[in-house]
């Protein structure tokens, strides 16, 4: 548990915590890494990431968002320039070097991310060798490249398989 969580759920503890000792238990936020979600041939001056905000709640079941998804997610570049401090390192996944070789992919989530850029860089170049294997939770919710993959199924460039965790657990339960 945080200490920020303590503090909050428990607002009589931060009464005995001299206030200049404060910041030595708040630590600096950590910075969070995001894959990169797009492909520079599909999508010209641009990085996208693809980003899900995280809700969840504490062991005293008080609802919590993430810190820095729930930021993103406020932000509204439609009302003005918006600057997000970013920085780029090497990644750790490594796909072909020959763009025809054919690519087998399994992306949980929002861990589709740089699937998704791969997927745009080969369909740019007119490379059709691309397997999916897709999971999350619910389809309804959490698929979400849905718009974009699925058209490129029906033209032949994306062979996609996917699973859907709690959907099935609600098939179960409506064959009982």
Wanted: proline fraction near 7%.
């Amino acid at each position: 548990m945080l200490v920020l969580q303590v503090l909050q759920d428990f607002p009589g503890v931060g009464q005995l915590v001299p206030f200049e000792y404060l910041f030595d238990l708040i630590g600096p936020i950590q910075p969070r890494a995001f894959s990169i979600a797009s492909s520079l041939m599909a999508h010209k001056d641009e990085v996208q990431l693809l980003v899900a905000v995280v809700h969840y709640k504490t062991k005293l079941h008080r609802p919590r968002q993430g810190l820095c998804s729930s930021w993103l997610a406020r932000l509204r570049p439609d009302q003005g320039a918006v600057t997000v401090p970013v920085w780029v390192r090497k990644g750790t996944i490594r796909f072909p070097k020959s763009p025809r070789t054919p690519v087998i992919m399994v992306g949980p989530g929002t861990g589709c991310a740089p699937f998704r850029s791969f997927i745009q860089e080969r369909v740019a170049n007119n490379v059709s060798a691309n397997v999916l294997f897709y999971g999350c939770r619910c389809e309804s919710k959490d698929f979400f490249c849905r718009g974009e993959w699925l058209p490129l199924v029906k033209i032949g460039q994306l062979q996609l398989f996917t699973a859907f965790s709690r959907d099935q657990i609600r098939l179960q339960e409506a064959l009982l």
